[in-house]
């Protein structure tokens, strides 16, 4: 397949790229900046830019023109300012979605963040508040579309290096997991069909990646 990445720089996707390419697919990064495409294309990835916050969604779509898949991991992060939390982690969604439509692109793998539908404890920062309400909402629009969807929750992303084992399922309680291995599960979820209409929390484990997630595909 050739795979659309929206936030194709980002840290997960970086080690997602490579993945692809030995799994016979092509990735394309779509980035906001011509500086990141000489380290990009190094990774095997073909590069079209994008600016996630500036352009509409029919930039999305063009931008996403001959691929079969969207894979949506971009984020304005936990920190920093309110309004990219918007900006970028819910309208930069929004618009993935719309412009999968508008390209004629059904799968869609959407990286969130665990338990963010829970509800938030007094006392919780402005930005945090922010970052979990966008990530919330970008789901429950994913869900709400008639898209052939996936939603990968996962816990704290650390740099560690992969285990290419994990614990994922709809309740796995919070934790931490390499960003490595988050990319290794996007990989696994892009090539099982029966992955589709389901979400799922994220963190390290002891189960191997490709068992983990035909189990937790046909458990839930």
């Given at each position: 397949?050739?795979?659309?990445?929206?936030?194709?720089?980002?840290?997960?996707?970086?080690?997602?790229?490579?993945?692809?390419?030995?799994?016979?697919?092509?990735?394309v990064a779509?980035?906001?900046?011509?500086?990141?495409?000489?380290?990009?294309?190094?990774?095997?990835?073909?590069?079209?830019?994008?600016?996630?916050?500036?352009?509409?969604?029919?930039?999305?779509?063009?931008?996403?023109?001959?691929?079969?898949?969207?894979?949506?991991?971009?984020?304005?992060?936990?920190?920093?300012?309110?309004?990219?939390?918007?900006?970028?982690?819910?309208?930069?969604?929004?618009?993935?979605?719309?412009?999968?439509?508008?390209?004629?692109?059904r799968r869609?793998?959407?990286?969130?963040?665990?338990?963010?539908?829970?509800?938030?404890?007094?006392?919780?920062?402005?930005?945090?508040?922010?970052?979990?309400?966008?990530?919330?909402?970008?789901?429950?629009?994913?869900?709400?579309?008639?898209?052939?969807?996936?939603?990968?929750?996962?816990?704290?992303?650390?740099?560690?290096?992969?285990?290419?084992?994990?614990?994922?399922?709809?309740?796995?309680?919070?934790?931490?997991?390499?960003?490595?291995?988050?990319?290794?599960?996007?990989?696994?979820?892009?090539?099982?069909?029966?992955?589709?209409?389901?979400?799922?929390?994220?963190?390290?484990?002891?189960?191997?990646?490709?068992?983990?997630?035909?189990?937790a595909a046909?458990?839930?």
């Open positions: 397949m050739r795979i659309a990445i929206v936030g194709g720089h980002g840290q997960v996707a970086r080690h997602l790229h490579p993945i692809l390419v030995r799994a016979g697919h092509t990735p779509l980035v906001r900046k011509e500086t990141y495409r000489a380290e990009l294309e190094g990774l095997g990835a073909e590069v079209r830019l994008l600016d996630i916050e500036r352009q509409d969604e029919n930039a999305f779509a063009a931008g996403f023109e001959r691929c079969d898949a969207v894979v949506f991991s971009a984020g304005g992060g936990p920190d920093g300012r309110v309004e990219r939390k918007r900006t970028v982690d819910l309208e930069g969604a929004l618009k993935s979605i719309a412009g999968a439509k508008a390209a004629g692109i869609f793998v959407q990286v969130s963040a665990i338990n963010v539908d829970n509800p938030l404890p007094p006392g919780t920062s402005e930005v945090w508040t922010a970052y979990v309400h966008a990530k919330r909402d970008a789901d429950a629009a994913l869900r709400d579309s008639d898209l052939d969807w996936t939603i990968i929750r996962p816990g704290r992303l650390t740099d560690d290096p992969a285990t290419g084992a994990v614990s994922l399922g709809p309740d796995v309680p919070r934790g931490d997991v390499p960003r490595a291995d988050v990319a290794a599960v996007l990989a696994a979820v892009l090539a099982d069909d029966d992955t589709v209409g389901h979400q799922w929390n994220l963190v390290a484990g002891e189960t191997p990646i490709a068992e983990a997630v035909g189990q046909h458990s839930s």
